[in-house]
């Protein structure tokens, strides 16, 4: 199997779950331009990412699916509860479709304002109301992290903690800051401590928070 990867997005978090996992997946970065070719888009044809290439040919796309199937097949450190069934499993669940249909997809409205809005001033516009609707969905996960003592989302460290860690990189292409949000500053900190995720970030071309590009040095 192979999952397809780009530096910087989503994809990050079924790279988290599979370094986590052990799950005997290739993880494959891309480059931007790699997205628009004939090779990939025979794979995806949206030209996107992740996408989890099986042996058989099949195709998995979203990183919700991909990391409900890892947890599934593989399960291993990081799966929350191995059964939906459980409540922290279904606990996970929910929070994964909150990440991706809420919080992700508010980012949408940051890096391509022109799906929203049909001039300079309205994509401006656009995207202020998407700061202020993240800032209150931030203020809610930052409480969450509060509520179970931290540093993880749930009860114990699951692949929700891997969706949060990328989405909260996202921040800082944003005016916001993460540093306003304490107790998710502390989980993507800790998340840098772990071994899969830092193997996982090497993977996709990326480094730690912590680190601080030379000027004109990519992430």
């Known amino acids: 199997m192979k999952l397809y990867t780009l530096p910087g997005t989503c ?15 290739e993880v494959i970065c ?22 989890l290439v099986f042996d058989d040919g099949d195709v998995l796309t979203e990183a919700t699916a991909i990391l409900d199937y890892i947890g599934a097949a593989h399960g291993g450190e990081g799966h929350a509860a ?22 992700h997809a508010t980012f949408k409205c940051h890096f391509a304002p022109n799906l929203f809005a049909n001039s300079p001033k ?21 409480a969450q992290i509060a509520e179970t003592d931290g540093p993880w989302l749930l009860e ?9 860690y990328i989405i909260g990189r996202w921040v800082e292409k944003t005016p916001m800051a993460l540093e306003d ?8 900190l800790e998340m840098e401590k772990d071994a899969g995720v830092l193997l996982a970030l090497e993977r996709q071309g990326m480094t730690p928070r912590g680190y601080v590009p030379m000027e004109g040095e990519e992430e």
């Not at 114990?156 to 949060?164: E, G, M, N, T």
């Open 11 to 25: 994809a990050l978090a079924p790279n988290i779950a599979i370094a986590w996992s052990g799950a005997p997946i």
């Open 30 to 51: 891309l480059d931007r331009k790699q997205l628009k070719e004939k090779a990939y888009l025979a794979i995806n044809p949206r030209g996107q990412v992740p996408a």
């Open 82 to 103: 191995y059964t939906r069934d459980k409540k922290l499993g279904r606990k996970e669940a929910e929070t994964l479709s909150y990440l991706s249909s809420e919080v």
């Open 122 to 142: 309205t994509e401006k516009q656009t995207r202020h109301k998407a700061y202020w609707r993240l800032d209150s969905q931030f203020e809610k996960l930052d």
């Open 156 to 164: 114990r460290k699951s692949y929700a903690d891997a969706y949060l």
């Open 181 to 188: 949000y304490p107790n998710l500053l502390a989980h993507q």
